[in-house]
């Protein structure tokens, strides 16, 4: 009896030794990548990448499955092309946009942090994320230039000649929001996602220039915002902020009590 | 006899005890005065940043809950630092906060999920912190200050203080400017007044213009200043909104060069 | 069923209650009393220096008392209705649980001890009643705008209150007069001294809504209904932790105030008998007082939080304003009563167990840490230095001692002198008692173990607390050195009533032998218990500064302004004073009707017991 126990109990202990190390001995960008996750990811993706975030149900297509637990999808791709996803968003690989763009929001380190992160979510047979002392990622944050008020108003006086001009641009303003994703972390009138503030009556609240401001550079006024800089065209956000601007609506869509309730819990 | 001697006890270490704190710097706490909102003291924008600022930490009770910047939210918005609510909100909606703010509940999104604010905001303009309306005008004065630049101007404020003209004005008290001579630069105002090409559709008076749209004398001289201001920066059936295509400084400076021209008949209306 | 009553009074020549008579006749009580007025009145002028002009209304806001100001009516009467309000809720918890033992173990010497603890509280609650009734009528009478305002909000629980007064009455009466009469059915009086427990706490929580809207109101907005406005006035967030503090503060107060109780009349027996009676009753008191005393602070630390969560201002006014010297008056009079509490244990490990010698070292031990824990928690964070001093200092903060004036500091030493207490404790509980049971030395190691680790992480939560910033040492790592000192209580406790079962007895528990010193730390602890609930009864109210109800009611009567301190203690200290000679006072008045059955019981046949009911 002894004897067989000894052939069970050496390798099971060896390889409870190995995976202790394999995960104790992770580096610490593996952590960073984590917090980051758990702060900017987990809404949509879930807290263990399982796509079952307090925001998911929100969202058409459904957010990611990362641990890959119906189909093998993340062992598939490689390291540069999760990068490439979390760097230029869903509309930029041709995926959906509601997946938003954080290439102007985290420093290289900081993706390749995630990326490392993800990848322990799922199993995948690829290679690890290597982080080389010698050769360390840019830790620098991208830098945007802020946008003034009267950066505002001279792109409002060169765009905005008429009426008619402007009212190309709401329209045009309308489709932006849903081409660049804003439906799945804001609501209007009823739909969307619950991530950021319901904007059915962003155009009532919010000064114009306001607007603008904030959604060609949300870090220049909160900089641990998890509104992400979705690196729009000046037009395009021109045009998201001509179609927020006549969002006046005195209820906020369907319940009929004019207030921002559905879905949020009490402290 | 053990009682005396009990009680003796007792009163030697009560004594004790009020010696010593005898012995600790004696302060007195007065209560703060009383402030009246008085519209003669109300010069310059400064003056009514400073009521303002008096106001938010004291008769309005604002910073009972309210922070100014710096750190996290806690149990109502913060009104600073990363969310500079002068530059940010329209006054519209101040307005509607101060007097209706059930009307909008705020959610606290930087907590997953997010979550509604502990503490609920009472009606600034009723009972117990009643402020008027000159007085709410102030404290969003202080914020805008506190945000940036301060885009309200001491004659706005006046105007509100006096009963007349806010009948007169008859809008939402934060919105137009009601009753009252902007104090803008009229030169200025002539710059942005060919900027806007305004000239292009309208003459005033004397001065040569288009014909696309109506003489501006007579409106200028028989209306309010706010109704003028609505029909320029509000949208209208006849009227495009320039609301977006002036900052607020121009603006103003439009709207008192326009006044400028206005006739005045003397005896009538005006001194 | 006819009994010999019960006396506990010595009505010879020369015992107590003829000496206070003595005394009082010799015209003692004009002296105690002229004293009393005389410091009163002689501070109390202190009060006008800063009266203001009242402004003109049409309905009368505010009125006044002329010499004595309204304010400082109020202040006296209140403070006098919660400290006897106290004592009549903190009573009745331990008076059950002493009859519950005496019921349990058959042992009848509790349930007598707990009939003497009711005598006291009957007596009391008249005069409870008596000042509630004064204050409210000063209430109205003087302040007539907040009163109104008040009632507008919470007048349903004036009924509830009125409501359960008279139930306390009638289940006080039945639980007091149907001792005896329902000494056979004993399960039902136990009952009734629950339910009179429940009514006096239910009392208690509904006076404690009213108090509490007034330092943390919440905002009444129209569109809430009356009676959904009425439960947010009353669930406000301070009511719950005030409510806490309150129940675990009665206990204190009751056990503190019988221990000074039977210190008094320790030292005025005459007989052994009463010796013994008496040095048990003060050891029973002490007890319970500690017991209560451990957990308090954790009930105080919350209140205070919750303070801070509510409104930032309020909690810097208190800790770190004007009102921040109090505070240290605090520290001193609990330092006090620590000292004391501990040293009561010890001169009974000394002479009723006989076992100093053995504990000596431990008990030097625990002195030390107490002084200097003591040392540590009164130092405050800014100095009263003179221009030079502050020069050599560099600054309000000495360079040494300033460290410890911030909350890290003190709550460490806090949670040590708890810990501390606890030890005596202990070690008192299990004096000349051998463990018999088979796992005591591994119990004795495991307990060594759990004191060391739980001191050493105490100390280093508190240093790591320097190195936090205030939220993290707020939230997590005051939070754990709480449950790390409660944990402790918590395990060792039943750990050593179990390995004392069946214990065997290596030494005698002499009664009666205490030495006087130890009485008169009694009645210093007494005193001190009493000192604190007037002081923290003080700062509650001064918490609110200038307003009625913070926020919300502004005060515009001319006793607005917060006093100065020397003011404040001298007031206080005149409370309690006239606190002390009121309840020797009743004490007195309750003794009476069994002195004067032990005169009629001697003077009759000497050789029968008389039969005489209750």
């Known amino acids: ?267 | 006899m053990y009682i005396l001697k009990v009680l003796i006890f007792v009163a030697s270490i009560l004594s004790g005890f009020a010696y010593i704190a005898l012995q600790i710097p004696q302060e007195v706490s007065m209560p703060p005065q009383e402030e009246k909102f008085d519209a003669a003291k109300v010069k310059t924008v400064d003056d009514i940043v400073d009521i303002g600022q008096k106001i938010f930490f004291g008769k309005g009770q604002c910073a009972l809950c309210h922070a100014l910047g710096g750190g996290t939210s806690g149990r109502c918005p913060n009104l600073g630092g990363e969310n500079p609510v002068g530059i940010k909100l329209t006054r519209e909606f101040e307005y509607e906060t101060y007097t209706n703010p059930e009307a909008y509940v705020y959610i606290d999104y930087t907590d997953s999920p997010p979550k509604r604010f502990a503490a609920r905001m009472p009606e600034i303009n009723k009972p117990p912190i009643g402020l008027t309306e000159p007085e709410m005008l102030t404290v969003f004065a202080f914020l805008q200050k506190n945000s940036g630049t301060v885009e309200i101007t001491p004659e706005e404020v006046i105007a509100l203080a006096n009963p007349h003209k806010k009948e007169a004005g008859a809008s939402p008290a934060f919105v137009a400017a009601v009753e009252v001579i902007p104090m803008g630069d009229s030169v200025s105002g002539k710059a942005v007044f060919e900027k806007l090409e305004c000239g292009g559709c309208h003459k005033i008076g004397t001065l040569s213009g288009g014909d696309k749209g109506p003489d501006l004398l007579p409106a200028l001289n028989t209306k309010e200043i706010s109704v003028v201001r609505s029909a320029i920066f509000e949208k209208s059936d006849h009227h495009g909104s320039y609301e977006e295509k002036a900052t607020v400084k121009e603006m103003k400076d439009l709207l008192s060069y326009l006044v400028g021209l206005k006739e005045v008949k003397k005896g009538v209306d005006g001194a | 069923m006819n009994h010999t009553v019960e006396t506990t009074i010595d009505t010879r020549e020369g015992g107590f209650f003829a000496s206070l008579i003595g005394f009082m006749k010799k015209g003692g009580w004009l002296i105690l009393l002229s004293l009393g007025f005389f410091l009163l009145g002689a501070f109390l002028n202190d009060g006008f220096a800063f009266a203001q002009e009242a402004g003109g209304s049409a309905m009368a806001e505010y009125r006044d008392i002329p010499y004595l100001g309204s304010r400082n009516a109020i202040w006296i009467v209140a403070q006098l209705h919660i400290l006897f309000a106290g004592f009549v809720l903190g009573v009745p918890m331990f008076a059950l649980t002493c009859e519950y033992i005496g019921y349990k173990t058959g042992d009848v010497r509790y349930d007598k001890l707990a009939k003497e603890f009711t005598k006291l509280l009957t007596a009391s609650f008249g005069t409870t009643a008596t000042f509630g009734a004064i204050l409210l009528f000063l209430l109205v009478g003087m302040y007539p705008k907040l009163f109104n305002y008040l009632s507008g909000i919470f007048f349903p629980t004036f009924v509830l209150y009125s409501f359960l007064f008279i139930l306390e009455t009638v289940v006080l009466y039945i639980y007091w007069y149907g001792w005896d009469y329902m000494a056979g059915r004993k399960k039902l009086h136990l009952f009734m001294g629950l339910l009179l427990n429940l009514v006096g706490l239910a009392i208690m929580w509904t006076a404690d809504a009213w108090l509490s809207f007034q330092a943390s109101p919440v905002v009444l907005s129209d569109s809430m209904g009356y009676w959904q406005k009425l439960w947010a006035a009353v669930h406000n967030p301070t009511w719950n932790p005030v409510n806490i503090h309150r129940v675990i503060g009665n206990v204190v107060l009751g056990g503190f105030m019988c221990g000074a109780y039977a210190g008094i009349r320790y030292l005025g027996a005459k007989t052994k008998e009463e010796r013994e009676h008496y040095d048990w009753m003060g050891y029973i008191g002490n007890f319970i007082g500690t017991f209560g005393l451990l957990p308090l602070p954790f009930a105080g630390y919350w209140l205070m939080r919750e303070v801070y969560e509510y409104n930032q201002q309020m909690g810097i006014t208190l800790m770190g304003g004007i009102l921040s010297w109090l505070f240290i008056l605090q520290a001193i009079q609990i330092g006090v009563l620590f000292l004391g509490v501990n040293y009561y244990f010890w001169q009974g490990l000394a002479h009723r167990a006989r076992v100093e010698a053995r504990y000596k070292k431990y008990i030097l031990a625990m002195i030390t840490t107490l002084i200097l824990c003591f040392g540590v928690w009164l130092t405050p964070h800014s100095l009263v230095a003179s221009l030079s001093e502050a020069r050599a200092m560099g600054g309000t903060h000495h360079p040494l001692l300033g460290v410890f004036g911030v909350m890290s500091a003190k709550l460490t030493v806090v949670n040590l002198m708890i810990l501390t207490t606890f030890i005596s404790f202990i070690l008192y509980w299990r004096a000349n008692q051998e463990s018999t049971v088979s796992w005591a030395k591994a119990a004795r190691i495991f307990q060594y173990i759990l004191f060391t680790v739980a001191v050493i992480v105490v100390i280093a939560l508190g240093v790591y607390g320097y190195y936090v910033p205030a939220v993290v040492r707020v939230k997590i790592l005051s939070t754990l050195q709480v449950l790390v000192v409660l944990f402790v209580l918590i395990t060792v406790t039943p750990l050593t009533a179990l390995s004392l079962k069946s214990a065997k007895i290596t030494g005698t528990m002499t009664w009666g032998v205490m030495p006087v010193r130890s009485q008169y730390v009694l009645v210093s602890n007494g005193i001190m218990v009493i000192l604190i609930m007037t002081l923290m009864g003080y700062v509650r109210s001064a918490s609110r500064v200038h307003f009625h109800i913070y926020g919300v009611l502004r005060d515009t009567s001319p006793y607005a302004f917060t006093p100065p301190i020397g003011f404040a203690a001298v007031l206080m200290a005149s409370t309690t004073f006239m606190f002390c000679l009121i309840v020797l006072f009743i004490f007195w008045v309750a003794g009476l009707s069994d002195k004067a059955q032990k005169k009629l019981a001697s003077s009759t046949n000497v050789l029968e017991p008389l039969e005489v009911k209750d």
């Open chain 1, 1 to 267: 009896m002894k004897k067989r126990l000894q052939f069970v109990f050496v390798p099971v202990s060896m390889l409870f030794l190995f995976v202790i190390g394999g995960i104790g001995c992770q580096p610490k960008q593996v952590a960073e990548g984590k917090k980051t996750f758990d702060k900017f990811c987990s809404p949509c993706h879930g807290a263990d990448g399982a796509g079952d975030g307090y925001n998911a149900k929100n969202l058409d297509p459904h957010a990611r499955d990362l641990t890959d637990a119906q189909e093998s999808y993340m062992a598939k791709l490689s390291n540069p092309e999760i990068y490439e996803v979390i760097s230029k968003g869903g509309a930029g690989v041709d995926l959906a946009p509601t997946m938003p763009t954080f290439g102007k929001v985290f420093s290289e380190e900081e993706i390749w942090s995630l990326v490392a992160y993800i990848r322990t979510l799922h199993s995948h047979e690829g290679k690890d994320v290597k982080f080389d002392e010698a050769k360390p990622y840019n830790t620098k944050k991208p830098r945007v230039a802020s946008v003034t008020e009267t950066d505002f108003v001279a792109l409002m006086a060169a765009k905005v000649a008429d009426d008619a001009a402007k009212a190309e641009l709401i329209t045009l303003g309308a489709e932006m929001f849903d081409e660049y994703g804003c439906i799945g972390c804001h609501k209007v009138k009823g739909k969307g996602g619950i991530l950021g503030p319901n904007l059915s009556r962003a155009g009532f609240m919010l000064q114009p220039q306001f607007i603008y401001r904030w959604v060609t550079n949300p870090q220049s006024f909160k900089p641990e915002t998890r509104m992400p800089n979705l690196d729009l065209p000046e037009e395009d956000a021109l045009a998201v902020t001509l179609y927020l601007g006549t969002l006046k609506d005195p209820e906020f869509g369907g319940d009929g009590t004019g207030r921002e309730t559905a879905g949020v819990e009490k402290h």
